[in-house]
């Protein structure tokens, strides 16, 4: 199976990929984790990643296909935040084609604006490893690391992010929407329902 996994910024994205990992065999393929990778060896992708912009299409796609060659054919596999515009999910779509795989179902946890602003200024991450870790505590479960806030978290950053947001991924749900290949789910609830309603409409869609 391959699923689209999409919403806005601080809308828990890769915690129900974990759910879903936890009862599917799926690979993730984030387009958060390349930009971050490419932004390590670039100091032109660095500036464009923590002013909240996109990579180019070309240098992303091209981290797509070499992960997609690096996996069996039977092993399905999730996108997480990719595509986000219009012409990404046709670049998607021929880039599946191209390793013998459709795209199933697309999963989009949907959130307000509101929501969204306020959940990403109250985040904090693990200076070494990067985990989530909650406000206020001193350091990270996982590892021991110190919490920081992400450099796409300031502020000013969150409002750009937002805004490139709804101008380049919200024509993506009428797009699936209209190929009935959306699987939309309320972001605004707890993990554990968000989970539940996600695992419900994939098991009825699919079968």
Do not use: W
Request: glycine share 8%; net charge negative.
């Amino acid at each position: 199976m391959n699923l689209v996994i999409i919403g806005p910024p601080g809308s828990g994205k890769d915690t129900q990929m974990a759910e879903l990992k936890s009862y599917m065999e799926l690979e993730v393929i984030s387009a958060g984790d390349i930009a971050r990778a490419l932004a390590a060896k670039s100091d032109k992708c660095k500036k464009v990643v923590s002013e909240g912009g996109l990579l180019d299409d070309g240098l992303i796609f091209a981290e797509v296909q070499k992960k997609l060659d690096s996996l069996e054919k039977n092993v399905g596999v999730v996108f997480d935040g990719l595509p986000r515009t219009l012409h990404q999910a046709e670049l998607l779509n021929e880039t599946l084609a191209h390793h013998d795989r459709v795209l199933d179902k697309v999963i989009y946890i949907s959130l307000d604006e509101e929501a969204i602003v306020e959940r990403l200024s109250r985040r904090m991450v693990c200076s070494l490893c990067g985990a989530n870790i909650t406000i206020g505590t001193i350091k990270c479960a996982e590892c021991g690391g110190r919490p920081i806030r992400r450099a796409d978290d300031e502020p000013v950053v969150i409002i750009k992010r937002v805004q490139t947001y709804l101008e380049n991924t919200l024509p993506l749900i009428s797009y699936y929407r209209n190929k009935y290949m959306l699987i939309e789910v309320n972001g605004d609830q707890s993990i554990a329902d968000v989970a539940r309603d996600i695992r419900q409409q994939l098991e009825g869609e699919l079968g």
